[in-house]
């Protein structure tokens, strides 16, 4: 089928449903819904079958739903209607969700169903939830869709949907967001703040400061006056709550880009006393660990969870320094886990928008996370594994690909390029790792190819080693790793040599130069495109135009 995207931005579901349905044979434009004509005018020149709407902020006009076929993904179980679905399912503590796959009619989210997909509700962030059961869901939905629509078969009309108990809701206001700290006991104030990550956060203010939270996590031994911030830590705050704390690991102020708390607050946040983790270990959930270190048998986890997946210098150096801290451990395989929703998403674009000198913040950052990878590619110690449960992108992508094996949970999105970012080059030590894998064509290929990238492809294509079933990837992560570490001497043996013969070949240090040559030109040099793609992509300025390697019907 000829399928049209129509959607607010090309985001990670959209990306999801672009690949799967690509991957199955059918034809997919992209359009972003920018106004009705520019909408109009896509769907003249790609004349589809079917047009797709998985992430929308408006209704499809009525000049194109009423002469094709236009279906909607509400993330909401059926009945369900507004633009606030699963901010109020969090809210209001749901146990079980949905997707929904409506015909767009004047109403919105009112049109007959196509499919539905539930899933079991986790206490989660609302981005967390999106990208992860909501994705899942609107696959399994959009599919069976589709198998209707081969069928020859009619959508349902709402009233005739058995037991279908979702309704109207409005647009979640700041109001209906607003924390009462004198009140509130911890877990209200998660739920709430869960329930508007990562947009649109809920506005508060901190340290005197009127500003939207976002990024919060439980604090079960620190005690304080209910509002006050009783303490700092990396890039978040701890504030007491009436019965315990939370820590804020990001804010945003009115008119500003989202940042660490500890940043946006440096200076009134200087004489909070400072807490600093004991250590790597895995604590025990009481406090906030953005890394944490696990151990069984011979197999070592380290565990990072950055927001956004955003590595910045200082992440690029504490996890560095951690995993330098692990290959000391008498193991054999240490998987690098990253965070459930992304393992990474390479340089932390904010903090360099932020900084005083962007160039020469991305200069500091791109050679703090070169270095992560060097130890990694250099670890001769043990053999490392890069477990990825969650999205990866740009850097990122590469970053994994500096361990001696990459395992993916299938439905992972990847998005190894670095072009969208103005043209980046790229480092990482990409021009070093990719070739031996999928070949010197291979590799420019990757590059050029700006599109996202599901798991079994970059495992098709041998840049990646295996893709995992979603279910049980934890649990078959760890049962690979202790086999790998059975097979240890052999394989750390071959390593070895490898790299003794890589390195007589061409040295580490010349790829490293090779591309940050480049990268310094990306930087500091005459075409200012990084600068503007990064500004643009920080402060989400609106779209005014679909890319063209998304919208074929323009090419
Ligand atoms: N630095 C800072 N923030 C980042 C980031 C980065 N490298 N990558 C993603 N984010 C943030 C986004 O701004 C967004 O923030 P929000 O919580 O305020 O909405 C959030 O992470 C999720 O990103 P989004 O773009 O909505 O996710 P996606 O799954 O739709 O898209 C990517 C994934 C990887 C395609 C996209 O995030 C991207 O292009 N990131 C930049 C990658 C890059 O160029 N890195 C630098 C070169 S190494």
């Given amino acids: ?168 809701r409005p647009l979640m206001k700041q109001a209906d967001r607003a924390i009462d700290w004198q009140n509130d006991d911890m877990q209200t104030v998660l739920r709430k703040i869960d329930a508007a990550d990562g947009f649109p956060g809920v506005a508060d203010s901190l340290l005197g400061h009127a500003c939207h939270l976002y990024d919060a996590w439980p604090e079960t031994r620190l005690k304080g006056e209910p509002g006050a911030v009783i303490a700092r830590r990396e890039t978040a705050l701890c504030r007491a709550t009436v019965d315990g704390a939370v820590w804020i690991g990001h804010v945003k102020r009115a008119g500003g880009i989202k940042l660490p708390a500890t940043v946006t607050f440096a200076r009134e946040a200087a004489g909070v ?22 151990e069984d048998g011979a197999v070592g986890f380290l565990h990072f969870d950055f927001y956004n997946g955003a590595m910045s210098t200082r992440q690029c150096e504490r996890l560095r320094e951690a995993f330098l801290w692990a290959t000391a451990r008498p193991t054999r395989v240490i998987v690098l886990m990253g965070g459930r929703d992304f393992w990474s998403n390479g340089i932390h674009l904010n903090l360099i928008e932020h900084a005083a000198s962007p160039a020469d913040e991305s200069w500091a950052n791109i050679n703090a996370i070169d270095d992560l990878a060097e130890a990694l590619i250099r670890c001769e110690s043990h053999l490392t594994v890069a477990a990825l449960s969650g999205n990866a992108g740009a850097g990122g992508c590469f970053l994994a690909r500096a361990c001696d094996e990459v395992w993916v949970r299938d439905g992972v999105v990847l998005n190894p390029h670095y072009k969208n970012m103005g043209n980046l080059f790229g480092s990482e030590f990409w021009t070093y790792l990719l ?67 890589d390195e007589a070949r061409k040295p580490l240090a010349a790829y490293r130069a090779e591309e940050l040559a480049q990268m310094r030109r ?34």
Wanted: charged content about 25%; some cysteine; hydrophobic content about 45%.
């Fill in 1 to 168: 089928m000829k399928v049209l995207f129509l959607t607010h931005s090309f985001n990670s579901l959209t990306q999801r449903l672009f690949a799967e349905l690509t991957a199955r044979g059918h034809e997919v434009s992209v359009e972003f819904d920018i106004a009705d004509a520019v909408s109009e005018e896509a769907v003249a020149l790609w004349q589809p079958d079917l047009i797709l709407a998985p992430f929308l902020k408006r209704a499809i006009p009525a000049s194109i739903w009423r002469h094709h076929l236009c279906w909607v993904v509400h993330p909401g179980i059926v009945g369900d209607r507004g633009p606030s679905a699963l901010d109020w399912a969090i809210q209001e503590g749901e146990n079980e969700w949905g997707v929904t796959v409506l015909q767009a009619e004047a109403e919105m989210d009112a049109g007959p169903i196509w499919a539905t997909a539930s899933f079991p509700m986790r206490r989660a962030r609302k981005a967390s939830l999106y990208r992860q059961e909501v994705t899942e869901a609107s696959v399994t939905a959009v599919l069976s869709a589709l198998e209707r629509l081969k069928r020859g078969e009619k959508p349902t009309p709402l009233h005739e949907w058995p037991n279908a108990r979702g309704r109207l």
């Fill in 435 to 501: 070739p031996p894998r999928v070949g010197s064509e291979g590799a420019a290929a990757i590059m050029r190819h700006r599109l996202p990238m599901l798991a079994y492809a970059a495992v098709e294509c041998g840049f990646y080693d295996a893709v995992l079933p979603a279910p049980t990837f934890g649990d078959e992560v760890a049962r690979r790793a202790a086999a790998l570490a059975q097979d240890f001497a052999a394989r750390i043996a071959a390593k070895r040599a490898r790299r003794a013969a």
């Fill in 522 to 555: 990306n930087f500091y040099g005459f075409d200012p495109s990084y600068h503007v793609a990064r500004w643009h992509f920080v402060a989400k300025t609106p779209h005014s135009w679909t890319p063209r390697h998304l919208a074929r019907h323009r090419m």
């Fill in 273 to 294: 006393p400072e807490l600093p983790l004991a250590g790597w270990w895995s604590a025990d959930h009481a406090t906030w660990q953005d890394i944490r270190y696990e």
